[in-house]
């Protein structure tokens, strides 16, 4: 059984930064690409970023630049650094686990998804 535990969101001004953490329960962690994906009010679900087994990241264009993925495989934790916030990036924000190694940006390419936590940027 895997599980998803996402933390560190909370309300931050604009242009300060937060640290978002994933914990993964369940074996091979280190064996699946890992995602950031989040929801605003009133929006679909968006890609943030992924990484790959070995550590290749790739960001969405509305991120590239200010948010930065890592992984610790021996911890089984996914984090996502977000500096340069912006109002617009205010929303639930959750981390996903792949079914496969490579780095995706296809939502249906992950099959396990946490709770979410939410990120509220102030102006």
């Known amino acids: 059984q895997v599980q998803l535990v996402e933390s560190g969101g909370g309300l931050v001004q604009t242009g300060g930064s937060l640290r978002l953490s994933c914990a993964a329960s369940?074996?091979?962690?280190?064996?699946?690409?890992m995602a950031w994906f989040r929801q605003a009010p009133g929006k679909e679900r968006e890609f943030v970023g992924t990484?790959?087994?070995?550590?290749?990241?790739r960001y969405a264009d509305s991120v590239k630049g200010r948010f930065t993925m890592s992984r610790d495989n021996a911890k089984n934790t996914l984090h996502l650094q977000m500096n340069s916030l912006k109002p617009e990036d205010t929303a639930v924000y959750y981390c996903?686990?792949?079914?496969?190694?490579?780095?995706?940006?296809?939502?249906?390419?992950?099959?396990?998804w946490g709770q979410g936590t939410q990120v509220t940027v102030s102006p």
């Open positions: 990484i790959s087994w070995n550590g290749d990241t």
């Open positions: 996903a686990r792949g079914l496969l190694g490579w780095a995706t940006s296809a939502e249906r390419e992950y099959a396990y």
């Open positions: 369940g074996r091979a962690f280190s064996n699946y690409a």
